[in-house]
């Protein structure tokens, strides 16, 4: 059967140009939709960036505040120009510098070169004492860290001037608390911070609330501060002193206190040191062989 000539096929020529239209009009369709979504790894680049400029600030946000370089008359004015009672036990001002409690210590510069106060900015801890900032003037630099509320000095906490017999550290728990904050202190000082302390005592540490936490105050003071006649500078001696604040923990004595012996007519020293190597010589032995090195009662703990 024949088809008339307006049933014929059109031409496969015809047919390949038709074609060829509609692919270019779906790819320039494509190419515009392309061009109005973004693609996703750009979105997920933007998101990363976006993260991380996020924690970075929260990171900038958590470090403390740079040391402050104070001036010599705003520490007279904070502490009534040095005229202030010291706070009870301790060798600090409790004060207020620049909204901020604080507790002020005062040491000796070093004679042969002038102390630079900057190099302590670079060690953080929870067991070190925040450095609020520091002062040179005279023979004298200060030293001025953060206070927390109802804070004192370990010797303050173990030796009540008001009332011999009263402790805050009434738990051998809350010693054994002290003690490992000192120690977790030290260990960041010379195996991180790669230097030493050179000050560990009763009286470079602050104990506060809650729980009775206890970080060191005087970081870097070797550097700074004259060093005494009889005193050195160096890990074991840091060592040495963290082992005459332990005896001081167990025993609630001070590291050396001086008594008058009436029938001789003279003032002897006593040493804590003295008195547990007498204890231990005078102790009884354990079930292991082993004797007691210091009293198990000591006033004040239980």
Known sequence: MCRSGSDALPPVSSVASRRSSIATTSSSSSSSHRGRDPPSSSISASTASAASSTSLAAARASLPDPPVLYPFHELAAATNNFLAKRAPASAYWACTLRGRHAALFQLR?????????TRLTRYHHTS??????????????????????????????????????????RTWLSRVQVAADVAQGLEYIHHHAGAV??????????????????????????????????????????????????????????????RLERSREA?????????????????????H???TAMPLTVPGCI
């Open 197 to 258: 302390h050179g000050r560990v005592s009763t009286s470079t540490v602050l104990v506060s609330d809650p729980g009775l936490r206890a970080r060191l105050t005087h970081m870097g003071a070797a550097q700074l501060a004259e060093m005494e006649e009889d005193e050195e500078a160096s890990r074991e001696a840091d060592v040495r002193a963290f082992g005459l604040l332990l005896l001081e923990l167990l025993s609630g004595e001070q590291a050396a206190t001086y």
């Open 128 to 169: 070190l004492a925040p450095l609020l900032g520091s002062c040179l003037a005279g023979n004298h630099v200060y030293l001025a860290y953060e206070l927390p509320p109802a804070a004192a000095t370990l010797a303050a906490c173990l030796r009540s001037p008001r009332n011999p017999s009263f402790t805050v550290l």
């Open 267 to 287: 003032v002897l020293r006593v040493s804590v040191v003295e008195t547990a190597a007498a204890a231990r010589a005078s102790g009884r032995s354990d079930q």
């Open 289 to 291: 062989g082993i004797k």
């Open 109 to 117: 510069a070093p004679r042969l070169h002038t102390p630079d106060p």
